[in-house]
């Protein structure tokens, strides 16, 4: 099984953001022995797309999923009855229909490694695996949901400019410094690298501040252009 995983340094814990800080931990999973019917019942109400197939250890053997699931369920031109039909997928095994090799990371994966792990190879979720058990599962809600998180996409608070700046050195420090001078505490600050070779930047910023009109209003004063400003809802 693929694994993606790096040799961690316990004291950067305070430094970044691992896949056992954002991962669920209350996984529901399913054995290889486990009849189709069975399973199927288990997705229906956990509300589950994916399903960790373990053996008596704990130790990933398959993930079983929703595409497995319909590709095992009976096409509407079926001339069997529907006696036949439960009759046979009660007889199927998870065992004989889940994927054998799966993607999996371990709880010190970086987020951002696992983020591109799930896109790259279009996956939806990742078990993680700590020493051959499954401890818990990151899935790419759980990604986007740390994502908007770093974004401060939930600061109702926050003030949100963006802001070109000069592709130099000190730039970007120099914005926020203005910021907190102006009587700012900055949230966040996000700016594509994919504008690393280009003259100009963007920076995203959301600070909260008594009065953000005239913080934003300082910038403006100081030359810097604000591409777009969302103020907080009061």
Known sequence: MARASRVINKTEVEDAMYVEQIMTRAVDTVTADMKLSHAAQVMREKSRRYLPVVD????????????ELDRAEP??????????????????????????????CAPDTLVEDAGRLIRDRRIGNLPVIDNGELVGVVS?????DFFLDVMGCGMDNATRIA????NRARALGSLLHEINDAGGYIATVVSPVSQMSSPKRVAIVRYTAEQPQQVD?????????????K???R
Request: charged share 20%; proline share 3%; net charge negative.
């Open 56 to 67: 008596d250890k704990n130790h990933l053997v398959g993930l079983f999923s929703q595409k």
């Open 75 to 104: 096409s509407a031109i079926t001339t069997l009855s529907v006696g036949e039909v439960n009759y046979l997928t009660a007889k199927i095994t998870v065992g004989e229909l889940m994927v054998r090799e799966v993607i999996t």
């Open 140 to 144: 790419e809600t759980d990604i986007l």
């Open 163 to 166: 802001v070109s700046l000069p």
């Open 217 to 229: 209003e300082t910038l403006r004063q100081q030359g810097y252009t604000l591409l777009s400003e």
């Open 231 to 233: 103020l907080p809802q």
